[in-house]
């Protein structure tokens, strides 16, 4: 038995970074679908003939059916293992970029964003469990770094890429080039997905068993710190759910009077940060054997660097770029919710930790691209240009200091939270029952 397990004292075989692969792929994938909006609102608003509230509303629709299917798809992951979810999880969000891809109408494009949300729920928490079945506890904050680097890197591609394609290609053309991607994708995990190096998953939870399930979830739910590193992730996932993914190139074309491609290429300085500073945080926790400090650096100086780029009169572009590299770095900490809750969790109730800090994580999107909207909205002195509501820089930063304020209130939170990094209770491995 002690030979089979030989595996687990490696950094991960062929096979597992075979299957790490797919799966950021698959994450990545759902990222960049996610991230179109910011690139693509002139079209989308010129469209469907949209202003700044519906276009956080349409933003908005992807992450309503996310952040709500997490705690169920936790608890799925428990019951069924990684494999069959995320197998159901790429068929949807791929018929769902498809319905975005082919609509003619704003209430078709908004259920097929819902569809790429129902399908995108599993994607992290659900690579996050397969990855778990693959590698060592002692390297899984590293590899989830990576596996969210993955992601980011997707969105910055969107950011950078997407305004210099749609002058010379439609943007049905390019979701609908993006779906068969996502369906060779799709093909791929279907094929190779496997519940750990035997395929077979040890099922902790059992859906017939409905008090089972009932008591595992609420002991996960009565964990304090599960709650307050959702609402943690909830305010650093801000800089992807609401400023890079919407309103970031509307900001910075205001902010140094640019035009949208200019501006992409910017915004994407900020996915870019945090997919790089995502792996390095998650490797100096691993590293310094510790959690919490580096999720106190990471709320402090997002908020520090956010409120330079939002409010500061920065002299340069070059000034600008650095602060939005460093501004996307820090938010990267963010990673660290996903392993620091499992910690406060016996193995088998992983899942359904990573469920509800996910969906806590994820409601940011949800609530906060109608919240900045209406805020713009409401501010708005009501200048129109070419039949389109025309958006100050105060207007966006008024809209913006909502995103300032949830960092703080991170900030804070963080001092609420007790160190659990296995190795520093001279532990080999994260907390069993």
């Known amino acids: 038995m002690q030979q089979k397990n030989l595996w687990k004292h490696s950094f991960g075989s062929p096979q597992a970074w075979v299957l790490w692969i797919l799966t950021s792929a698959f994450y990545a994938f759902q990222f960049f679908l996610r991230s179109c909006p910011n690139a693509m609102a002139p079209q989308l608003m010129e469209e469907f003939n949209i202003g700044a509230q519906g276009l956080g509303y349409f933003s908005a629709a992807y992450y309503w059916f996310y952040s709500s299917l997490q705690i169920p798809l936790g608890l799925a992951l428990d019951a069924l293992g990684p494999k069959r979810v995320l197998r159901v999880g790429t068929v949807v969000c791929v018929l769902g970029a498809l319905l975005f891809g082919l609509s003619s109408s704003l209430s078709v494009a908004i259920a097929g964003r819902c569809l790429i949300g129902i399908g995108a729920a599993v994607a992290f928490i659900g690579s996050t469990k397969m990855n778990g079945l693959w590698f060592s506890a002692a390297y899984m904050a590293f590899i989830t770094g990576l596996l969210s680097a993955a992601g980011k890197i997707a969105g910055a591609c969107a950011n950078a890429f997407l305004p210099k394609l749609l002058p010379v290609m439609s943007w049905h053309t390019l979701v609908l080039l993006l779906s068969g991607a996502g369906f060779l994708l799709t093909l791929l995990i279907w094929i190779f997905a496997k519940d750990g190096p035997e395929d077979c998953h040890e099922q902790n939870s059992d ?13 996960v739910a009565k964990t304090k710190e599960v709650w307050i590193l959702g609402f943690y992730g909830y305010s650093l996932y801000l800089t992807l759910s609401v400023f890079s993914e919407t309103f970031s190139i509307g900001f910075l074309q205001k902010s140094f009077s640019i035009d949208a491609e200019q501006a992409g290429y910017l915004a994407a300085l900020v996915p870019i940060g945090s997919c790089i500073g995502a792996p390095i945080l998650s490797f100096l926790s691993d590293y310094l054997c510790k959690r919490v400090i580096l999720l106190k650096i990471s709320a402090f100086f997002t908020l520090l660097c956010s409120s330079i780029v939002f409010f500061s009169p920065l002299p340069n572009l070059g000034t600008l770029q650095l602060f939005l590299f460093l501004f996307g770095f820090f938010s990267g ?9 499992a910690g406060y969790c016996a193995k088998k109730m992983v899942g359904s930790a990573m469920g ?6 994820m409601f940011g999107g949800a609530v906060h691209n109608p919240l900045v909207g209406t805020l713009m909205k409401f501010f708005w002195n009501g200048k129109m240009v070419h039949g389109h509501p025309f958006y100050s820089l105060l207007d966006y930063r008024l809209g913006l200091a909502s995103i300032s304020a949830c960092f703080f209130l991170a900030l804070v939170l963080s001092f609420f939270l007790k160190e659990n990094h296995p190795l520093s209770k001279k532990s080999d491995d994260a907390p069993t029952s």
């Open 207 to 219: 859906f017939s068993n409905f008090k089972g399930i009932k008591t595992d979830f609420l002991q």
């Open 333 to 341: 900490g963010q990673i660290l919710v996903f392993i620091t809750g």
């Open 356 to 361: 509800i800090v996910n969906s806590i994580l």
